[in-house]
């Protein structure tokens, strides 16, 4: 989706590309972000965040660059902290793949607090898969459980994937089941030190193929082997 940019208004992003298209309400972060295959029709609410404790929400810039779609919401007196969305447009024509990755980043001027953020991604009827780093990259410690990707097929030609970054795998607990067409889980939660940022990093992709082992292994690596955005 290299040739792919965001158009903003007040109060929706939009993007489109060969496969479909996505939306995504930057004064509403709790509200998902959308994919929608333009081949199904089948729509993914692909992730919402929920910051805790509870958060005004209040923007303090949003703005487009190039593939990137970047909201600040700011630490308000009723806030423990600040946090920022960087929205990337991603994809492989090659794989017929397409999607976000999503920055998370937390900041607070308070010395008490230990914020998170709870996510949520929906695809119904469809359960999902998970995935570990080593069943992903050769040569990984198999010791590492937490989740690194979730998979799940809503059609026999079709595929979403969600991805963590390797470093961020140990700050992200996931709460549901595979079975659950609800995946929830929270990022962060551990003390955070006053002006220290902490930041998590994630990939959402639509798939419109039948997708084989190693290739997903490739979409992995070459997540995890990425460069970050210039705002991270």
Avoid at 81 to 104: H, I, K, P, T, Y
Avoid at 126 to 146: F, N, Y
Wanted: net charge negative; with cysteine; glycine share 4%.
């Amino acid at each position: 989706m290299s040739d792919s940019t965001w158009t903003l208004d007040e109060s929706l992003a939009t993007a489109s590309s060969p496969f479909g298209s996505l939306r995504v309400d930057p004064l509403k972060p709790s509200q998902p972000l959308e994919l929608l295959s333009a081949r199904t029709g089948i729509k993914w609410s692909a992730i919402a965040l929920k910051p805790q404790p509870p958060h005004s929400q209040q923007i303090e810039e949003a703005y487009v660059r190039d593939q990137d779609l970047i909201v600040r919401y700011r630490e308000t007196p009723d806030d423990q902290f600040s946090f920022q969305l960087n929205w990337r447009l991603v994809g492989s024509e090659s794989m017929a793949a397409w999607g976000v990755e999503l920055w998370v980043s937390i900041q607070t001027s308070r010395l008490d607090t230990a914020p998170s953020i709870e996510l949520r991604s929906d695809l119904p009827d469809a359960p999902w898969q998970v995935l570990r780093h080593h069943e992903l990259v050769v040569g990984a410690d198999e010791q590492t459980l937490s989740a690194a990707a979730l998979v799940a097929a809503p059609h026999p030609s079709l595929a979403c994937v969600w991805m963590i970054e390797p470093g961020d795998q140990s700050q992200f607990q996931l709460h549901s089941q595979p079975t659950d067409s609800t995946q929830s889980g929270k990022l962060f939660g551990a003390f955070l030190e006053k002006g220290v940022i902490r930041r998590g990093r994630m990939r959402f992709l639509m798939i419109e193929s039948e997708l084989q082992d190693h290739q997903f292994a490739e979409l992995y690596n070459d997540f995890i082997t990425s460069p970050l955005p210039l705002t991270a």
